[in-house]
């Protein structure tokens, strides 16, 4: 038997998730490897679909899509990663195991420098943040004279996607909620201008550190009015790219507030790189995704490190205000 972390109904996570044992896994099928995990985050979607509760309800459910570990078996047909690899699986369901069976394919090989800490934590983010600068892209002025807004900044996308920026030369303005996160923010990225929500002229600071420059693009992963309200510094043509749900809040909305502006709204979800995107381009984002790994490890920052046993701990730390960084879980 091995350990993993199930679930077997829909619920608080840190009510419901446990760590239970569970049969080994069969040796790898067809194109499969066995890999035998050493580590793995606990990203906020993660909880999400913990909250919604098992595909099957009542069937206990092996949680998890991201988890480091060693290659130690590979089924027929499999050339790489061969055993003895390390490698990081992505999005693989129910990776929170000991051992897990997944498709060779899925499996991004972690260079020698990334630490284990790195390396639990190096695709699903980095992926995330590739895929939002990509989106940003769409607008001509991003990489001229456009300024993107980055909600949530200090979230571990979100400083992500603004390394990604800063080494594109692509101008950002973070927005965070809190005084306190403005200043930590500011100290980390000094050339980062930062707004907090949490003053009354949020908004019209924006509209003044812009000075008259495009707002094409504003990314959240919030929603609710802040959303809302970002929607109303974009420059004509621009687009919210909403790709989180944090404040589980509506985003009031205003036919008027679209129209005279040709503004748009648009979603965006890694669910949808595996079978939305070309192989090619998905090799390319992996070994963009390998790079950001291997050249920005100041930026994969640690929340917390829990045992399989802490499990609940662990899930109610990853909405702990003001906590930066990834919660780790070792096996
Ligand atoms: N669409 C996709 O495919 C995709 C993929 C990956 C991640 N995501 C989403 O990206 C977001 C960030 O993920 P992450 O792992 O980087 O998160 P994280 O490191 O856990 O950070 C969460 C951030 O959200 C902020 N926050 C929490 N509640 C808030 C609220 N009510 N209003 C404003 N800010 C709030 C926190 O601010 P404080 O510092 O003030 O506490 C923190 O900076 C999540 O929504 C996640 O679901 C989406």
Redesign the pocket.
């Known amino acids: 038997m091995i350990r993993a972390i199930t679930y077997a109904s829909a619920g608080d996570p840190a009510a419901v998730l446990e760590a239970t044992e569970i049969p080994d896994p069969p040796a790898p099928g067809l194109g499969q490897i066995q890999v035998e995990v050493r580590a793995f985050p606990i ?3 993660d909880l ?1 679909g913990v909250t919604l509760g098992p595909r099957t309800p009542g069937q206990r459910t092996v949680a998890g899509l991201e988890g480091t570990g060693v290659v130690v078996a590979t089924g027929p047909d499999v050339e790489t990663p061969a055993i003895g690899t390390r490698v990081t699986v992505f999005p693989n369901p129910g990776s929170w195991a000991q051992r897990v069976n997944v498709a060779a394919e899925l499996a991004v090989p972690v260079p020698d420098s990334v630490s284990e800490d790195v390396a639990a934590q190096m695709v ?2 980095p992926l ?1 943040a590739l ?1 939002l600068y990509r989106a940003a892209q769409q607008h001509f002025s991003v990489g001229f004279d456009g300024i993107v807004i980055n ?2 900044a ?5 400083r992500l996607f603004t390394a990604s920026a800063q080494h594109h030369h692509i101008a950002t303005i973070s927005v ?3 005084a306190d ?1 403005a200043r930590e923010l500011a100290a980390r990225q000094p050339n980062v201008p930062v707004v907090s ?1 949490d003053s009354p002229d949020w908004v019209q600071q924006i509209e003044v550190i812009a000075a008259g420059r495009p707002i094409p693009v504003a990314l959240d ?2 929603g ?1 009015t ?1 959303a809302g309200d970002l929607m109303s510094v974009l420059s004509s043509g621009g687009t919210l790219i909403a ?5 589980q809040e509506d985003i009031p909305l205003h036919a008027s507030g679209l129209l005279g502006g040709e503004i748009g709204i648009r979603g ?4 949808r790189w595996l079978s939305g995107v070309a192989p090619e381009r998905r090799a390319s984002d992996i070994a963009g995704v390998t790079a950001i790994a291997t050249t920005q490890a100041g930026n994969f920052d640690v929340a917390g490190t829990y045992t399989l046993d802490q499990i609940s701990a662990a899930a109610r730390h ?2 702990a ?6 919660v780790i879980v070792k096996t």
């Open positions: 990203h906020p979607g999400i699903c983010n995330t895929l909600n949530a200090n979230s571990s996308v979100g965070v909620r809190s996160r929500t992963p919030v609710g802040v790709y989180g749900a944090i404040s965006l979800t890694i669910g990853v909405s205000p003001g906590k930066i960084g990834t």
